[in-house]
């Protein structure tokens, strides 16, 4: 396991207060986060996977934790490291507060926006397109580089969670790395506030919260992760069907693999064990 910056007997959880926070803004930055040590992992393997990709779009690395990713084919040698982090002691004694204790990990993806050219992210909610039902999820979206309002910060509208999915519509615009954006009449981003991050730190979301970024045009790289999990009592729904996104991949998750982060199982959900990891 990665050497996080609190053992279990140090961190306690989030507070009452945060844990109300939580549930009233829809998202909160605990007081936990990864260590010096666990971040110049994290730049190792952002190293690594961009080397062994070189044309895979670094806004759009999906599931990083398989070894060939989950749209278009990519490569991921160090697969089970990004899976490590995503089990991470501190990150899952927050989790079990707000999910439960019955954690699946169903996705993760790598943001690495470059320098001067990083693609712009829409408003958007994440729940308008995940096969999850009950829809239920908590997102935590952890700062790789140094990430500030210049290089593209994570912006979040909060409270925006509350009055459930938003009407979508397609953005035809070009350069930006999702072509789905929540209504115009239905955002308040007036009420937009920037999610400013030192490398390790975490912000963790709820899956109805609206959110995006700017695209950068900054001269300092913006890398973030993200793991996606989901409570086990909400099942990960395998028969819908197949779609192509805005780059032109196929997204299906019908052999989708599904990882028990604490807990267990609780019978809803196909784990498919038989994923190649060789």
Not at 189 to 214: M, R, W
Request: proline share 6%; hydrophobic share 35%.
């Amino acid at each position: 396991m990665f050497d996080d910056k609190n053992t279990p007997g140090d961190y306690l959880g989030l507070n009452e207060a945060e844990l109300a926070r939580y549930k009233t803004d829809g998202y909160i930055i605990p007081e936990w986060r990864f260590s010096e040590e666990d971040v110049a992992i994290m730049r190792e393997l952002v190293a690594e996977i961009i080397h062994v990709n070189p044309d895979h779009q670094q806004e759009q690395f999906v599931c990083p934790h398989l070894p060939r990713g989950a749209t278009k084919p990519m490569t991921s040698n160090r697969h089970r490291d990004f899976l490590k982090l995503s089990m991470a002691d501190g990150l899952c004694t927050i989790l079990s507060q707000i999910v439960g204790q019955d954690i699946l990990l169903w996705g993760s993806q790598l943001f690495c926006k470059p320098a001067m050219t990083g693609m712009e992210i829409p408003w958007h909610q994440d729940g308008a397109y995940w096969p999850i039902r009950p829809l239920a999820n908590v997102s935590a979206w952890i700062a790789i580089d140094e990430v500030k309002i210049e290089n593209s910060c994570l912006r979040v509208i909060p409270g925006s969670h509350l009055n459930g999915l938003h009407p979508h519509e397609t953005d035809m615009r070009e350069k930006i790395a999702l072509d789905q954006t929540v209504k115009q009449d239905h955002l308040e981003d007036h009420k937009a506030i920037n999610i400013e991050l030192e490398p390790g730190q975490v912000v963790l979301f709820d899956v109805y919260l609206i959110h995006g970024s700017t695209a950068n045009t900054s001269g300092k790289r913006r890398a973030g992760l993200v793991y996606r999990y989901m409570p086990s009592t909400s099942l990960f729904d395998r028969t819908v069907p197949n779609k192509i996104n805005q780059a032109g991949h196929l997204v299906s998750y019908k052999d989708r693999p599904l990882f028990q982060v604490n807990g267990e199982e609780v019978g809803k959900n196909t784990m498919v064990e038989t994923y190649p990891y060789s």
